[in-house]
């Protein structure tokens, strides 16, 4: 098993930044692809950005590009997504997600979530 803990979120005004944590335990030399998921108010949950430390590969959704970026420290098992430039329509709850697989294409591939942390951009 692998558990993952979000922190980071909160907050902040049209504009600004914000830096959220994922730090994975357990199980965590398995899991080989990590990324960040986000549900806004009434709305299905949506895949963000995603990374394969082991493959070099990165994934961006269109309304993130340019803005975010996800990175993660193999040193202390955590992952990172630094979100600039943040919009009103970015404000979500902010899921971790990690999967055995070699990537991650849809939620459903997701095997281990965290609990989420909210994320709320003021206009």
């Known amino acids: 098993q692998v558990q993952l803990v979000e922190s980071g979120g909160g907050l902040v005004q049209a504009g600004g930044s914000l830096r959220l944590s994922c730090t994975a335990s357990g199980r965590t030399l398995r899991t080989a692809t990590m990324g960040w998921f986000r549900q806004p108010p009434g709305k299905e949950r949506e895949y963000v950005t995603a990374i394969n430390w082991r493959a070099g590969r990165t994934y961006y959704a269109d309304s993130v590009k340019g803005r975010f970026t996800i990175f993660r420290d193999n040193t202390k098992n955590t992952l990172y997504l630094q979100m600039n430039s943040l919009k009103p329509e970015d404000t979500a709850v902010y899921y971790c997600?990690?999967?055995?697989?070699?990537?991650?294409?849809?939620?459903?591939?997701?095997?281990?979530w965290g609990q989420g942390t909210q994320v709320t951009v003021s206009s």
């Open positions: 997600g990690a999967s055995d697989r070699s990537w991650i294409s849809s939620n459903v591939e997701v095997d281990y």
